[in-house]
């Protein structure tokens, strides 16, 4: 909200940070996504006896 009040004010400055944002933006969702299967993924390695079987189910359903 407050970009666009910013905006007749700034229009160049304000159209680099859109470039950037959407330069940015898959990067971040990427390491998020990352960040979420290490987060569910290292329970599941220390939890599971048989944890190289899951993870070979995981690799399999991601090949998919």
Do not use: C, D, Y
């Amino acid at each position: 909200m407050a970009l666009l009040l910013l905006e007749p004010v700034l229009p160049n400055k304000l159209n680099g940070l859109k470039q950037k944002a959407l330069v940015l933006a898959p990067m971040l969702e990427f390491a998020l996504l990352v960040l979420l299967l290490v987060l569910v993924l290292a329970p599941i390695l220390v939890l599971v006896p048989e944890s190289s079987e899951v993870i070979s189910v995981i690799v399999e359903l991601l090949r998919t």
